[in-house]
């Protein structure tokens, strides 16, 4: 079993930068990909980043392109998501997410083990 815990979240005003990160524990395996993904209320839950096990390939929303860099520390098990040049249209929760398998995955059923979940908050 994996845990992920999100940590970072809160309230900031456009054009400000929050860093998340999302610690792993339990079943140690660096060797997975893991994602972020974001909930605004009322809308499905959308793909905002991606990163292999390596940390070699990411891959990024249109939406945040530019913006935002994910990035990992296997070492210290743990997934970070800066976000920079934050808009209102960025609040949501954002969960972090890890793939068991190789690659570099985007779709959410692609992903076997979520965290709860931090909100962010962005004010115009």
């Known amino acids: 079993q994996v845990q992920l815990v999100e940590s970072g979240g809160g309230l900031v005003q456009a054009g400000g930068s929050l860093r998340l990160s999302c610690a792993r524990s339990g079943r140690n395996r660096s060797n997975s990909a893991a994602g972020w993904f974001r909930q605004a209320p009322g809308k499905e839950r959308e793909f905002v980043a991606a990163?292999?096990?390596?940390?070699?390939?990411?891959y990024y929303a249109d939406s945040v392109k530019g913006r935002f860099t994910i990035s990992r520390d296997n070492a210290a098990n743990t997934v970070y998501l800066q976000m920079n040049s934050l808009k209102p249209e960025d609040t949501a929760v954002y969960y972090c997410?890890?793939?068991?398998?190789?690659?570099?995955?985007?779709?959410?059923?692609?992903?076997?083990?979520w965290g709860q979940g931090t909100q962010v908050t962005v004010s115009s």
């Open positions: 990163i292999n096990w390596s940390g070699g390939r990411t």
């Open positions: 997410a890890a793939a068991l398998g190789v690659g570099l995955p985007i779709r959410r059923y692609e992903y076997d083990y």
